[in-house]
């Protein structure tokens, strides 16, 4: 059974940092491209991050370049989003998902505000 748990969101101050965890299970993530994605409030989905398998580099949306790093870790079975210089504007809900077959965790809140 495919399961993804992000965790690791929470409110912090502009310019702060957080790092988001995304824990799989029932598939090995070395062979699948996965991707984090947030949604805010009334606002179209927005894909933040997309991490093809090994060999390939990480694409990201211009609002995040420079400021979020996407990485995996298959010793883990896990990824990662490091987000740093954090604005008000990247408050969202945050999902990761494994591209192949559309699976999604529950999603990790994010706040940034002072």
């Known amino acids: 059974q495919v399961q993804l748990v992000e965790s690791g969101g929470g409110l912090v101050q502009p310019g702060g940092s957080l790092r988001l965890s995304c824990a799989a299970s029932?598939?090995?993530?070395?062979?699948?491209?996965m991707k984090w994605y947030r949604q805010a409030p009334g606002k179209e989905r927005e894909l933040v991050a997309a991490?093809?398998?090994?060999?390939?580099?990480?694409n990201y949306a211009d609002s995040v370049k420079g400021r979020f790093t996407a990485s995996r870790d298959n010793s883990k079975n896990a990824v990662y989003l490091q987000m740093n210089s954090l604005k008000p504007e990247d408050t969202a809900v945050y999902y990761c998902?494994?591209?192949?077959?559309?699976?999604r965790g529950q999603g990790t809140q994010v706040t940034v505000s002072s």
């Open positions: 998902q494994r591209v192949s077959g559309n699976y």
């Open positions: 029932g598939f090995p993530i070395s062979g699948y491209a």
């Open positions: 991490i093809p398998p090994p060999g390939s580099s990480t």
